[in-house]
């Protein structure tokens, strides 16, 4: 990257990032979320549906509160605070979603008795 200015560094780095986030909502996380649903005995074909349900749940969510939470955050001043705040919320829940997906699914290591 020598030769590259401070600007073109960072939207390298922008790109870089923002390629990984594309291809894990895109590639990784339909294959697990696949996997987890046969392994509970849902269709191919169900379990396509339940994402495609979530997907389109969580987009309109997104597009109904994002104006609301920019103007908020662009008027009154609260860009850090909200940005803390969500980073927060979506780490804890990033983490409940992970823990209890592997307590329910791995076999042994939560507390449903259908896989003993």
Known sequence: MKGLTKLEKQWVLYDVGNSAFVMLCTTII????????TA????LADSTAYLSYALSVCTILVALMGPVFGTLADTKGYKKPMFATFCDRRSRVS?????QGMAGF???TGDRQDHI
């Open 30 to 37: 339909p294959i697990y979320f696949k996997n987890i649903a």
């Open 40 to 43: 509970e005995g849902i269709s």
């Open 95 to 99: 983490f409940s979603c992970h823990t």
């Open 106 to 108: 791995s076999g042994g």
